[in-house]
């Protein structure tokens, strides 16, 4: 099984230039997640959707945008990208948003804002 | 919501036991506590959970007072894969994963 793919894994782009993040996983899972982690600090929750067709914000949801396409994709948009989201991104599923359900993550998304 | 402290990092050598402890003294009575590691470059995984008392699988253990203000996480005789970072997490919903505990093993 692939669990939760991401794509591009890694990716440059230029100040103000709009990306959209890729995941999906095939474990039938509720409910995914998008995190950010810059270098030598823990993840941070950027958006969440606890079930198909809801979305809800994390920690730090500002600069972004998400998109729960189905029951498998959960998209991450940066419409103008900005040096401080620099970072590398996480995709994560689980069967429901508990605490007490394993999240299964990507391999991540190394994303270069110049 | 229910916030954790943890050791920034620690050090040990091959072949000794480890012991990471999570102080969460506002924990709530239905909150669990799960632990998850994560390699460089890679994402977290899940390693183990409990709600109280004493957890074991093939990877850790987990001990948990009858308080439950803290959890100590277990690693028997480390080795050098067993370099990672070390995530607490407490709730039932908060998906925080705070700086968590960095764990070198030496040889």
């Known amino acids: 099984n692939a669990g939760v793919t991401q794509t591009p894994k890694f990716q440059v782009l230029k100040t103000g230039q709009s990306m959209t993040l890729q995941c999906a996983q095939d474990?039938?899972?509720?409910?995914m997640y998008w995190y950010r982690q810059d270098p030598g600090m823990g993840l941070r929750l950027i958006y969440y959707?606890?079930?198909?067709?809801?979305?809800d914000k994390g920690e730090v949801p500002n600069g972004y945008n998400v998109s729960r396409l189905n029951k498998r994709e959960f998209s991450l948009r940066l419409e103008s990208a900005a040096p401080s989201q620099t970072s590398v991104y996480f995709c994560a599923s689980s069967a429901n948003h508990r605490v007490d359900q394993p999240q299964h993550f990507g391999d991540g998304t190394r994303l270069s804002i110049l | 919501l229910a916030k954790t402290t943890q050791p920034i990092s620690m050090d040990s050598y091959e072949g000794q036991e480890v012991n990471i402890t999570c102080s969460h003294n506002?924990?709530?009575?239905?909150?669990?506590i799960t632990w998850y590691q994560q390699f460089p470059s890679q994402g977290p995984r899940f390693i183990i959970q409990g709600y109280k008392t004493k957890v074991t699988n093939e990877v850790a253990s987990l001990f948990i007072p009858a308080d439950r203000k803290s959890s100590t996480l277990s690693l028997p005789r480390v080795s050098l894969s067993d370099t990672a970072v070390y995530y607490c997490l407490v709730g039932v919903s908060d998906m925080r994963f705070g700086a968590g505990t960095r764990l070198t093993v030496k040889p």
């Open positions: 506002n924990i709530a009575t239905n909150d669990y």
């Open positions: 474990m039938n899972h509720n409910s």
């Open positions: 959707s606890a079930s198909e067709g809801t979305t």
